[in-house]
């Protein structure tokens, strides 16, 4: 029954919520009755996102800082409630070869594409076993799953996010809480769009690659990520889904 696609009476907390994924996320879940939350460091973003999506709570958050997470999210449930849906979208990406990163650019991207996720997941749990209903959507990257160019602190952090989602899911298989990891490849977001069009003809260039032959839009995965999280998907945990146009690679 499409009823099953409903979330009327789900509590929704979408980090990076005022980014293109985030947002789009926000927007599906909101349309499908949940109550959402966004998190992310960037007030204007939030304002910008509420702006678009009514009834939003905005949750200003900075995923670097893991010992300030369990302050925020017991300040988000005390306004509207403990999420029974958690998305785990937000991400850094410093985008040069390894042998110029430092570590201060491995903690930077581990502390909010692997800890953040693992820290947020670990305060919301309880509550959603306690139901015995919860949805977990990690949003990683192609990237994770088989690399990518000048990204290997990156795709080393979003690889312990499919790892790390896949374990627990099997912890959890059986208390009604699901785990699944979604792996956009190449999205037309703000951040995105900035990083591209700075080089004549990249775009082009790489929706050539694609077999769909273009560049994927923002709602594209968050048609996933929203689906991931109704009870019509009771039955996929576990999993790792690229939404990525067809464009296969080992």
């Known amino acids: 029954m499409l009823s099953s696609l ?3 009476g789900k509590i929704a907390l979408v980090t990076g919520g005022a980014g293109g994924i985030g947002s789009a996320v926000a927007a599906d879940l909101s349309e499908m009755g949940a109550k959402v939350a966004i998190a992310d460091f960037r007030r ?18 900075d995923l670097r800082d893991i010992g300030s997470l369990a302050d925020r999210f017991g300040a988000m449930k005390a306004a509207i409630g403990a999420p029974d849906i958690l998305v785990n979208n937000a991400g850094l990406s410093i985008e040069q070869r390894f042998e110029d990163t430092s570590p201060e650019d491995w903690d930077a991207m581990f502390a909010v594409n692997l800890l953040a996720p693992m820290e947020l ?23 994770g799953r088989v690399g990518s160019r000048n990204k290997a602190v990156y795709a080393a952090s979003k690889g312990g996010l499919i790892g790390f989602a896949k374990a627990l899911a099997l912890d959890v298989a059986r208390r009604g809480v699901n785990i699944n ?25 790489m929706a050539s690659t694609i077999p769909i032959g273009r560049i994927g839009g923002p709602e594209e995965v968050s048609g ?15 999993q790792v889904i690229s939404v990525n146009g067809g464009l296969e690679r080992p």
């Open 6 to 8: 409903r979330l009327e």
């Open 44 to 61: 204007e973003g939030l304002e910008a996102a509420a702006q678009r999506v009514e009834g939003l709570h905005l949750l200003e958050l």
């Open 224 to 238: 996933m990520i929203s689906y991931l999280c109704t009870a019509r998907a009771s039955y996929v945990t576990g």
């Open 121 to 143: 997941t670990r305060l919301a749990l309880p509550e959603m076993l306690a139901r015995d209903w919860g949805r977990v959507v990690c949003v990683s990257s192609d990237a």
């Open 181 to 205: 990891v979604v792996c956009p490849g190449p999205v037309d977001t703000p951040i995105f769009s900035s990083v591209i069009d700075q080089h004549e003809g990249l775009r082009s260039r």
